[in-house]
Nanobody, 120 residues
Framework: QVQLVESGGGLVQAGTSLRLSCAAS??????YAWFRQAPGKERDFVAA????????EYADSVKGRFTISRDNAKNTVYLQMNSLKPEDTAVYYC???????????????WGQGTQVNVSS
């Protein structure tokens, strides 16, 4: 059974950092991505990474502040979030696929999400 389990969310002040983790079990995936969804909004792409880490993609809104990485030995993907802003507040979801793409419809496996709240 394939499972993606996110952790690391919480309530933080603007300007601080958080690191999200997503532990995968049941199989290994070529690519992982992070998406986020704020209340009343669509689920938006945040970042994605391929197997070796040689290919990464970022949404313009997080480029330079967020870093996606993975540890294949632990089958875990991370999202380091620095200089957090109130507009980063959302539920963050981990997703897995075979390709590094930005469309959520290309991801067949999803975690349950972890809440990130950034206060001003």
């Amino acid at each position: 059974q394939v499972q993606l389990v996110e952790s690391g969310g919480g309530l933080v002040q603007a300007g601080t950092s958080l690191r999200l983790s997503c532990a995968a079990s049941g199989r290994t995936f070529n690519s992982y991505a992070w998406f986020r969804q704020a209340p009343g909004k669509e689920r938006d792409f945040v970042a994605a990474i391929n197997w070796s880490g040689s290919v990464t993609e970022y949404a313009d809104s997080v480029k330079g502040r967020f870093t996606i990485s993975r540890d294949n030995a632990k089958n875990t993907v991370y999202l380091q979030m620095n200089s957090l802003k109130p507009e980063d507040t959302a539920v963050y979801y981990c997703a897995a696929s075979t390709l590094v793409v930005r469309s959520p419809t290309s991801y067949g496996y999803w975690g349950q999400g972890t809440q990130v709240n950034v206060s001003s």
